[in-house]
């Protein structure tokens, strides 16, 4: 059994440079289509048993067209608990000027980064000794939490960590998870 992260492929917002939250639906771009396609060949001879995705658009149809293309013939899941960080006031603003962290996470309407953490453990708890092999479609958000926890940061500090690239598979090794 393994969870395979795989981020959403190029939103609207990605190329607009601007902060996409949780309450942003931003469409996939074409190129985001293609790397969603992309992202499919990657898992060749991998059986994907589950697909669980974000609410957001940008997830479901980067999931949608992974299953059409692995011909994943069950429902695809949709859990609210890897849906994207809220970011508050700063949603749909300009990525520049860049910002630290502690100035991401304290933005007005900003999701406490305590609570993001729990929600994504609470996936991941869920599903770490599941059978069979699961797809996550999800944010950079979610992948950078997920990194900030393994390596023992302070989950206020997670934007700190490299956004994952868009549609690019990962296997998650979850053996630090408790």
Known sequence: MAIYFVRHGESQANLDEVFAGSGDDSPLTELGRQQAKSAAADLEGVKVDRIISSPLSRA??????????????????VDDRIREYNLGELAGRSVYPKRTSEELV?????????LFLERIRSFLLDYKNAKGNILMVCHAGIGRMI????????????????????????????????
């Not at 304290?106 to 305590?114: H, I, L, T, V």
Request: aromatic residues 6%; without cysteine.
């Open 60 to 77: 479901k149809d980067t999931a949608g067209i992974i299953a059409r293309e692995i011909r994943y013939l069950s429902d695809i899941k």
């Open 106 to 114: 304290s933005a007005q309407g900003a999701e406490d980064p305590k």
């Open 147 to 178: 990194e900030a926890d393994r390596i023992g940061l302070d989950p206020s500090s997670f934007y700190e960590q490299d956004a994952p690239p868009n549609a690019h598979v990962i296997k998650l090794d979850l053996g630090w998870l408790n």
